[in-house]
């Protein structure tokens, strides 16, 4: 697995569950088009591209280059990587039909290829051995961040002290906080709230 210390921005949830085999990073989904009326993940996005930097990794179709320039356009601060799909021509097996331009998406290319464009791209990605200092979904229980009584109202103060969209769920707020600090930081601050 490798590591890769930028959020990656993909289209649908196939591409994350693609990618999810092949690197260890923050995947967000944009559900296609609809980024354009939702500002919580807008707002997600531009937090990590000042924070760690993003990388806008697309279809290479027309639609991937409007949700791509649609989003660079958005990111007023931060580093924002363009990694691009190759034009490979098929169909991805668990569709009917090809696509309207025939291309393959990033869920149907190939792993060898996909880290030979992360490579084009510049991107550093480095075997890394996972983090003892994870936090992980025991973790958020035992320190009240979850399934207890006002767990909800101090995930939601910690969200706003960080600057983070209120509307994380439990699960995407642990996998953000993860490229954030580490459990002891948590716990250190957790304490000042």
Do not use: C, W
């Amino acid at each position: 697995m490798i590591k890769i210390r930028q959020a990656i921005v993909v289209e649908g949830k196939y591409d994350k569950i693609k990618l999810s085999s092949i690197v260890d990073a923050v995947i967000i989904v944009t559900n296609g088009f609809r980024i354009y009326k939702d500002p919580e993940k807008l707002a997600l996005i531009r937090y990590y591209a000042a924070a760690t930097g993003i990388i806008l990794l697309t279809d290479s179709d027309r639609a991937g280059f409007r949700i791509r320039n649609y989003i660079k356009g958005a990111v007023k601060n931060g580093k924002v990587y363009h990694v691009y799909a190759p034009d490979i021509y098929g169909k991805e097996s668990r569709k009917e039909k090809a696509s309207a331009e025939g291309k393959l998406g990033v869920e149907g290319i190939s792993k060898t290829l996909l880290l030979e464009a992360f490579a084009k791209a510049g991107i550093t990605a480095s075997d890394a051995p996972p983090s003892t200092e994870s936090i992980t979904k025991a973790d958020f229980f035992e320190l009240g961040l979850s399934g207890g009584e006002g767990s909800s109202f101090l995930r939601k103060a910690l969200q706003k002290k960080l600057g983070l969209p209120e509307l994380l769920s439990a699960g995407s707020l642990i996998e953000v906080l993860n490229t954030m600090m580490t459990k002891t930081e948590l716990i250190q601050l957790l304490e000042e709230l």
